[in-house]
């Protein structure tokens, strides 16, 4: 029974989350035993909303293709809400972000149903034509080209790009049997741990400093660690994850490597360029959902068009 | 037997319904929560931008504390039916305040005494009315004459932002924004009606001044 329960790729991979999991929780606790100054408080707080994220994201991913779409709409609508609520706006824009909000449903009822051609022009297409009309209506021009571009960027991000990763549930099957939630376990351990790769080999290595005006902590050897750690972590996990040849594997990771630390770098300027620190509180120790997925979103639509282009019949 | 019911019936609705939709719908981004003590009776006094304000106050509460808090409400906007007057009394928890009578027969302060003499902690808006949503108000003098009476009252203040953005005043749209709490240290009756008000209003800018407020435009 078990054994036959592992077969199945995704739960292989969920189990080695598991296992890297556990395996952070006991060096936490470790690093926390004489640890009178709370100095590891923030990193203690971080592993266990990790369980809790994973804890989500492993049922979603289990229970059925629609409950997955569902979180991960769930997660532009979060995203969303924090974006406008940092960003500056006109008590004008207010009526003209409730139907920001509904292009969420729309976007992924767009994804539950497999509407390909819709899902992909929807909001650079139509969204992108009616918001900045929706928006004149509300009869000031004071501010309208801040109002239209903040908005336009916060829906591309939160909602477009991050309903990409959930797009990959509906790439069709092909070979081996290998299908989308593999794909989207695929892109999310190597994204994230990509993050946490970076962070660990900035921590240890970091001397030089690669975008001091952005991001004061980020390091060159932070960066090219975590590139290399997400190339090795990318072609392991293909070979039961996706029907990925090693090169394209060594290309993707490559890919989510760069692409990761460049989505986090660019959420770091937005919040430099707003004077603050999280995007959020609603996870502790990470800072808002903003600050978890920054690096995703602008890594998911990069990932999900270079496997179809590549691997599903472009 | 009814009052367990009804406490029951509180615990679920703040408990079941309005946290949890609040926390997807809103998201409360809560500083300081460990302030909000309520070992004896005190007024909690929050900033007013919507008619959310009380709700949002309320579900601040751990759910075996409820039965010992009150927060004054509009009598015209939360006891407009019956059952709304039933349900905004019993299961919100308000005490409603007539607006209209404000300053002229009864103290409108009145019924916060009572229930504070009862063993209420009771939430407040010292603004007063909404006034614009988000636009800071003066603090009206009514807080300080209740403390001249009970000076052993403490005041917890409360710094609210982004309600008045998600429902302010006169809007049925409800528009989510992430809402930001900020709970100060209790402030105490020293002797004098100023020195209460200055302290309060300092307060109350520390705390806004703390988390930043996005005002609009």
Same mark, same amino acid.
């Given at each position: 029974m078990i054994s036959n329960y592992l077969t199945e790729p995704v739960h292989y991979g969920l189990a080695i989350v598991l296992g890297l999991l556990i395996a952070a929780s006991v060096i936490v606790s470790v690093l926390r035993m004489n640890d009178t100054e709370n100095k590891h408080k923030e990193l203690a707080d971080r592993v266990k909303s990790w369980w809790v994220m994973i804890a989500v994201f492993s049922v979603a991913l289990l229970s059925s293709p629609l409950v997955s779409v569902i979180l991960f709409g769930l997660i532009s609508f979060l995203a969303f809400k924090e974006f406008i609520s940092i960003i500056p706006l006109r008590r004008a824009d207010r009526r003209v972000l409730f139907w920001a909000y509904l292009t969420i449903p729309v976007q992924y009822f767009f994804v539950a149903t497999g509407q390909y051609g819709l899902f992909i022009v929807f909001i650079p297409v139509w969204v992108f034509f009616l918001l900045p009309f929706r928006l004149l209506m509300a009869g000031q021009t004071d501010g309208f080209l801040r109002s239209v571009s903040a908005i336009s960027w916060g829906l591309m991000i939160t909602v477009f790009a991050v309903s990409h990763a959930a797009m990959l549930m509906k790439l069709p099957l092909v070979g081996g049997g290998v299908g989308g939630p593999a794909l989207i376990l695929f892109l999310a351990v190597l994204n994230q741990g990509n993050d946490v790769a970076q962070y660990v080999w900035g921590k240890l290595f970091? #001397?030089? #400093?690669?975008?001091p005006a952005v991001s004061? #902590? #980020?390091t060159w050897e932070g960066f090219l660690g975590g590139v290399a750690t997400t190339t090795v972590m990318s072609v392991l996990l293909s070979f /039961?994850?996706?029907? /990925?040849?090693i090169p394209f594997a060594i290309a993707v990771g490559i890919m989510l490597g760069v692409t990761g630390f460049i989505g986090d770098v660019t959420f770091s300027a937005l919040k430099r360029d707003l004077k603050?620190?999280?995007?959020?509180?609603?996870i502790p120790g990470h800072g808002g959902i903003l600050d978890r997925i920054d690096s995703l979103s602008l890594s998911a639509p990069l990932f999900f068009h270079m496997v179809r282009y590549f691997y599903y019949g472009g | 037997m009814a009052d367990k019911m009804i406490r029951l019936l509180r615990a679920l609705f703040y408990g079941v319904i309005v946290r949890p939709v609040l926390m997807i719908m809103l998201g409360l981004n809560v500083r300081?929560?460990?302030?909000?003590?309520?070992?004896?009776p005190r007024l909690i006094a929050a900033n007013h931008n919507s008619h959310l304000d009380a709700l949002v106050l309320m579900s601040l509460f751990k759910l075996r504390d409820l039965p010992r808090v009150k927060v004054v409400a509009a009598k015209d906007y939360f006891c407009r039916t019956p059952f709304l007057t039933w349900f905004s009394i019993n299961i919100i928890g308000i005490i409603p305040i007539d607006r209209k009578n404000a300053d002229k027969t009864?103290?409108?302060?009145t019924p916060v005494v009572e229930a504070l003499d009862a063993g209420f902690t009771v939430v407040i808006f010292? *603004?007063?009315?909404?006034?614009?949503? *988000?636009q800071r108000q003066p603090l009206k003098y009514g807080i300080s004459k209740l403390l001249e009476t009970k000076p052993e009252i403490e005041i917890t203040p409360v710094f609210m932002h982004g309600l008045g953005k998600s429902?302010?005043?006169? *809007?049925?749209l409800l528009v989510p924004f992430v809402c930001e709490i900020n709970i100060g240290e209790a402030v105490h009756w020293t002797g004098d009606r100023t020195v209460l008000m200055d302290a309060l209003q300092n307060s109350f800018d520390s705390l806004a001044a703390e988390m930043e407020p996005k005002e609009w435009l």
């Open positions: 970091g #001397k030089h #400093k690669i975008m004061p #902590k #980020k /039961f994850l996706t029907p /990925f040849s603050i620190k999280d995007a959020g509180a609603l | 300081h929560l460990k302030r909000l003590s309520i070992d004896t009864q103290d409108p302060l010292p *603004e007063g009315t909404r006034g614009d949503p *988000e429902l302010p005043r006169g *809007e049925a």
